[in-house]
């Protein structure tokens, strides 16, 4: 069966870096579409970020620039590179995909930017 496990997250202040890691099984991970999406406190789903291939990746305008998204399909697992965090970034991280019109998620991660 599809299992996506997201780890990585924590606390860090405004400015700084963390990286999101998001290990996937039970499918032929190379190929679908792979997705980060958050939950800020008390807010809905907000999509974050979108890969296929080294060259296929997307950004919400919130978080380009800032954000990198990678994968490494030998490790079946996905990436997600946060700089220059921000309060705003708060949020829970999930990484999902839609396979058969079923949309799997991993559990989350928190991600806290404070001082």
């Known amino acids: 069966q599809v299992q996506l496990v997201e780890s990585g997250g924590g606390l860090v202040q405004p400015g700084g870096s963390l990286r999101l890691s998001c290990a996937a099984s039970g499918f032929t991970f190379g190929n679908y579409w792979m997705n980060w999406v958050r939950q800020a406190p008390g807010k809905g789903l907000e999509w974050v970020s979108n890969?296929?291939?080294?060259?296929?990746?997307y950004y919400a305008d919130s978080v380009k620039g800032r954000f990198t998204i990678s994968r490494d399909n030998a490790k079946n697992t996905l990436y997600l590179q946060m700089n220059s965090l921000k309060p705003e970034d708060t949020a829970v991280y999930y990484c999902n995909i839609q396979r058969d019109s079923v949309v799997y998620w991993g559990q989350g991660t928190q991600v806290t930017v404070s001082s």
């Open positions: 890969i296929y291939s080294a060259s296929g990746t």
